[in-house]
């Protein structure tokens, strides 16, 4: 019965979701929040690939800003310069990401804690430098033009795209955290000594993790290279690590909605005081310290707790009444 | 017939000797007690059967594989568990996850098996589901299942732990104090518990420090002091053994 309501409770959002855009189309300024939406929706899948690996395998890479930018470089580059298909560019940028991603895990894997973010930030440090530099590669500050389908050039197209992939990298992730294989990324999570005292080859279960996050940031990647049509080195930025990073803590690491809730909700959210400039960053700043002291599993971990705790307050009044 | 053997293994910190060229073998389907006063020695035999951590000297024969300097989880999928002083849990998961997880040595399937929901994957989930009830019966756990492990009682932790060293079906498994910081009453049930696990055919090894406790159930009794060992045999020798009684200050005889 329960599992009936939280379907509907999906498929409802689902609907709302999809119906979004058709009202927005309405008024003039709905359409620029279209777009907004969507590049929500982009860093929620990006925030969810930093969940796999934060969140479920409890390894904090800060590289995820760097290969963001790949993934969308490759796409663009694929697009523009090979004249590859768009339908087989977005799986070649993921692979090509996941790719770099598996060599940059096999020597940042053998660390542990700390040490990894510290490896991972080096890593999108030295990224974003290059991007710098390479014009050959970026485009310099003219940057790279991202050439996409006619039939994609309407915003609500587009919205549907991403919300479609979106639903898509959700699904995998449910599938995967809830599988045998998720079981072992939690208990590297939960206690990495002991995991591989039961046989679980820690380095293993770790680089698979981050590859695989490292696919799905790749797809993100790619998305935002559709969604904006243009590309230049500052997508490569280590502010985007801290960016996907935020979203996802404020929004609940290691919950599936968390990271949706933190991507879009913020992302809208700024953009609406887009007008106060710098300040906004102030503002999150205080945010992310409120979220973190008082609700370490973020908006969505709150919100249960205090489901949770209505659910035991009606139920102690009833079973009162009731004795 | 010996399951594991050790042989010549030597560990060093620096200048101290913690494990002074050890031989030693434990057969199967048998207790083993490794005893002796703190800091000699026992937890780092342990780590290094287990390994956690490399011997500077010596080997490591299960069954008559050399398995010196392999990595942990190796070791573990070999078929040697174990559990540590400090009961070491995945302490914010619920009992029964800590269990599957334990049998994951024992199941195959990645990512292929999770994101196309495979036979194998299917297979191998129920087997997992089966293998978690058998062990929550075993170590009387199941009213605790649905509770977060960290959350359990000291000594119900403690059962889990040994519980989560055993559902991924060792040969043999090693008790780092298995009833360190229980109750009295409770280390009955404990040693009730490892009595139980020799009968069903897993050869134990555990390192204990009360010797009331030990000399009524261990088969074979290996005394360590400053990282040599410096008695071995059955309860009965190992207490009249002077080396022993001298060490312990006479405690096993009172």
Redesign the interface.
Known sequence: MKKFGNAGFYLLLVGIAIALPQLLNLTSSGKYQIHILTLGMIWAIAALSLNLILGYTGQASLAHGAFLGIGAYTFGILLARVGVNFWLAIPLACLFTAFLGMLVGLPSMRTRGPYFAIVTLCFNFIVFKVFENWKWLSGGIQGQTVPIPSYLGQRSVRYYLVLAFLILVILTERQIVKSLLGSSFIAIRSNERLAEAVGISTYRYKLLSFTVSCFLVGLAGALLAMENGQLDYTVTNYFYSFYILIYLLIGGVATLSGPVVGAVGIFFLLDRIKSIGEFRNLIFGLVLIVVIIYFPRGIVGGARQFWDWAKRQYAGRRGGVLE | MTLLRVDGLTKRFGGLVAVNKVDFEISSGSITAIIGPNGAGKTTLFNLI?G?STPDEGKVILGGEDITGW????V??EGI??T?QTT??????PAW?NL???Y??R?R???W???L?TPR?VR??KE?AQRVTEILGFTGLAEYADQPAGSLPQEAQKRLAIG??LV?RPKLVLLDEPTGGVGLAETDEIIELIDKIRDSGVTVCVIEHKMKMITNLADRIVVFNFGVKIAEGNPQEVCQDHAVIEAYLGECLA
């Open positions: 287990s956690s990595s942990p989880n190796k573990a999928r568990a174990r540590f070491a849990l995945f302490e914010e998961l996850v599957v997880i334990g994951r040595m199941t399937s990645g990512l098996g999770a994101l929901h994957a191998e989930k997992t989560v060293a991924g």
